[in-house]
């Protein structure tokens, strides 16, 4: 009896922990649909939804009415994306309290959850940070300002290939399209002799402004003067962060934005085939007032805006994100990390955020957004908000 009970009570465990696990395992995909949150909470202003929910409704704009966006397994019309900015920002408008404005989402809105980190559990996104750091610079070449910043050269061309996309490249002696220079080859071999924009004191300040994408130059004279994203090499980007871990100079959990630089600083001999290992060099313009400008165009919302792979994930939505943020005392240190819940709109990309399991927050600029982007690495769920009523416009 005891050994029959045995098997029957092993073979329940084995039916219960099959059962569990067909429960919980969700086959991988970019986007699922998702009954909507229990509470949609939001830890910053209304002010900045405000804002940044506009200079959307001012992209979808200038966006043509039939172009379509994959969100799940539907096709859906920017002129509808744009509808679905429309309404909840004319809702926000009457001031809502956060019950009523949750109650009005859970009505009108149908919830889609990125897929996450392919082969993780809980559709668990990578949740990074990025600012518009501040760089002491000169418009002329003279000790210790060395390391150009570069405009957009005349010789990088775009071209489209027999299949449709276009790629960035050059046209070489012989008049063939090729791979634009490398970073390295920009470096060593002059290529761009001319073409610099501003120097700056460090190498590696330089190359914290390629993968920001925009910062601001503090000149000599005191002025300041912001420079933004004019293009790319067109060639793949490569982590120096995961070469470090990968050559076991560093260990994963340890790789930030400070610990490079010390590492740097410490073993200089080493900066410049580091950096190099990157062969993706950014190019530079003169930026305005209004703050660094996303791939769409707008300008930036810090807290607010984020950059994911487009590609993979709709942009031109409007976006919900569940992670956490750091809180940092007077002495600019971090204390502890706490939850962060709030509205948040796809408004960049970027060559390093690619799939559906990285999302960028671009923190604006100073002190706390250079911490928070500096050492925010961690684990978070990203959903999209999209107006009931559609017209599926090519999907199943």
């Given at each position: 009896m005891i050994k029959n009970g045995r098997i029957i009570a092993s073979v329940a465990v084995v039916l219960l922990t099959t059962a569990a696990l067909l429960y919980f395992y969700d086959p991988y995909k970019p986007?699922?649909?998702?009954?909507?949150l229990a509470t949609l909470t939001d830890d910053l202003d209304r002010a900045s939804l405000i804002q940044v929910m506009q200079r959307q409704q001012h992209y979808l704009e200038g966006q043509p009415d039939a172009k379509r966006v994959t969100v799940g397994p539907y096709k859906v019309s920017t002129s509808w994306l744009r509808k679905s900015v429309d309404e909840m920002l004319d809702f926000l408008k009457t001031a809502p309290s956060n019950k009523q404005l949750d109650n009005f989402l859970k009505t009108h809105y149908l919830f889609f959850q990125a897929g996450g980190r392919k082969?993780?559990?809980g559709r668990n996104m990578l949740v990074t940070g990025y600012y518009e750091p501040l760089f002491a610079g000169s418009l002329s070449k003279k000790a210790p300002y060395l390391t150009p910043l570069y405009k957009r050269p005349a010789s990088l061309v775009q071209q489209t290939?027999?299949?449709?996309?276009?790629?960035?490249?050059?046209?070489?002696?012989?008049?063939?399209?090729?791979?634009?220079?490398?970073?390295?080859e920009i470096e060593t071999e002059q290529r761009l002799a001319g073409n610099e924009l501003v120097y700056l004191k460090d190498p590696f300040d330089a190359y914290l402004l390629h993968v920001q994408g925009s910062g601001r130059i503090a000149l000599p004279d005191g002025t300041v003067k912001a420079v933004g994203f004019a293009g790319s090499n067109g060639l793949d980007y490569k982590s120096i962060g995961k070469y470090l871990v990968d050559t076991k100079v560093m260990k994963l959990a340890k790789v930030t934005i400070p610990t490079i630089r010390k590492y740097l600083q410490e073993h200089p001999d080493t900066m410049?085939?580091?950096?190099?290992?990157?062969?993706?060099?950014i190019f530079f313009s003169w930026g305005d007032k209004k703050g660094p400008?996303?791939?769409s165009g707008e300008p930036l919302t810090p807290g607010r805006s984020i950059a994911i792979d487009q590609q993979q994930l709709p942009g031109g939505t409007i976006a919900y994100l569940q992670s956490e943020k750091p809180v940092v005392n007077a002495?600019?240190?971090?204390?502890?990390?706490q939850p962060m819940n709030r509205f948040v709109f796809p408004q960049d990309s970027g060559s390093a955020i690619q799939g559906t399991g990285r999302v960028d927050v671009f923190w604006g600029s100073?002190?706390?957004a250079e911490i928070a982007a500096n050492h925010m690495k961690h684990p978070g769920k990203l959903y999209f908000?999209?107006?009931?009523?559609?017209?599926?416009?090519?999907?199943p």
């Open positions: 986007l699922h649909q998702v009954p909507p082969n993780k559990w290939g027999p299949d449709g996309k276009k790629r960035l490249g050059r046209y070489d002696n012989n008049l063939k399209f090729t791979a634009f220079w490398s970073r390295k410049q085939s580091l950096l190099q290992h990157n062969p993706r060099f400008r996303g791939s002495k600019d240190a971090i204390e502890k990390w100073g002190k706390y908000l999209i107006k009931k009523g559609f017209e599926n416009m090519g999907g």
